[in-house]
């Protein structure tokens, strides 16, 4: 079986860190990778990949020093891919990555095989109400109402598209693994 790279991706808060947190679980030959970023940590949230918490001042050293392969200024934060992790990886693991729309566009660039499955939310309705309830600024959950709109009218530029509806995150789970196990 060829390693390869599957990118879980969509608009904030459409379920894509549990969903990719449930893939890695039940598909063990996929390993997630390291992410950097310059954002708080959450402790309403937990991750389903290493990350690397550093300064704006660091990441942007990691970018003149060609460490990402991948990178993006997202809600005023910037996140990125390790590069040499996610070689690393692949020598020895399929990679399953959870990254924003800008992210999963850039990598699909250079590794044309990767394998990209869009989480959509049942209806705009239910985004926005995932999205008001998390625990921030209003100011920031209304810029990620906006951005949700844009992301989700680029679903089409992805492989696959996965409706994640409330309380059915088993079935979404399901049809990713289903795909997942094709390659």
Do not use: C
């Amino acid at each position: 079986m060829k390693n390869i790279i599957a990118i879980i991706t969509g608009p904030s808060a459409v379920g894509k860190t549990t969903i990719a947190k449930e893939v890695l679980r039940r598909l063990p030959h996929f390993k997630s990778t390291v992410t950097y970023t310059t954002r708080d940590k959450r402790d309403w949230s937990k991750e389903d990949k290493v990350i690397n918490y550093v300064s704006p001042k660091k990441f942007k050293e990691l970018i003149v020093d060609n460490q990402f392969i991948e990178w993006a200024k997202v809600y005023g934060n910037f996140y990125g891919t390790g590069k040499r992790e996610l070689l690393d990886a692949l020598k020895h693991h399929s990679v399953l990555l959870n990254i924003d729309v800008q992210g999963t566009k850039n990598i699909k660039e250079q590794f044309p095989d990767t394998v990209t499955l869009f989480i959509k939310p049942a209806n705009f309705s239910e985004l926005k109400d995932r999205i008001t309830a998390r625990p921030m600024p209003v100011k920031t959950k209304k810029t990620r109402l906006a951005i949700a709109k844009t992301e989700l009218a680029q679903a089409d530029d992805f492989d696959y598209q996965i409706i994640n509806k409330n309380g059915k995150l088993t079935d979404s789970v399901t049809e990713i693994i289903k795909i997942l196990k094709k390659y």
